[in-house]
């Protein structure tokens, strides 16, 4: 069955970095377009960024666009989220997700999805 697991996630002061990172298991993520979310305490989860099967024109939410790269390592099978210059509106829970359509950005596009990894990030 298809796992998707988050590490990386912790507490960082603001301007500060962490990189999340997805480990997939019964699926390959050069299949798919794979993705990350977040979702605030009381908020919607939102899209962060995700990246199409190819590979190339990774794309990002405007909030994190310039500050958040995403990448993809075939060989290990694994997703990251490389977040520099960190805000304290940053700060929420990180979801990796997996989809099937082309360039997806609706969690809807996606069907798999990982448990989420805690990002904390205080003023």
């Known amino acids: 069955q298809v796992q998707l697991v988050e590490s990386g996630g912790g507490l960082v002061q603001a301007g500060g970095s962490l990189r999340l990172s997805c480990a997939a298991s019964?699926?390959?993520?050069?299949?798919?377009?794979m993705g990350w979310f977040r979702q605030a305490p009381g908020k919607e989860r939102e899209f962060v960024s995700a990246?199409?099967?190819?590979?190339?024109?990774?794309y990002y939410a405007a909030s994190v666009k310039g500050r958040f790269t995403i990448s993809r390592d075939s060989a290990k099978n694994t997703v990251d989220l490389q977040m520099n210059s960190l805000k304290p509106e940053d700060t929420a829970v990180y979801y990796c997700?997996?989809?099937?359509?082309?360039?997806?950005?609706?969690?809807?596009?996606?069907?798999?999805w990982g448990q989420g990894t805690q990002v904390t990030v205080s003023s």
């Open positions: 019964g699926l390959t993520v050069s299949d798919y377009a």
């Open positions: 990246i199409i099967r190819s590979g190339y024109s990774p």
């Open positions: 997700a997996a989809s099937g359509s082309f360039r997806p950005s609706r969690a809807t596009d996606f069907g798999s």
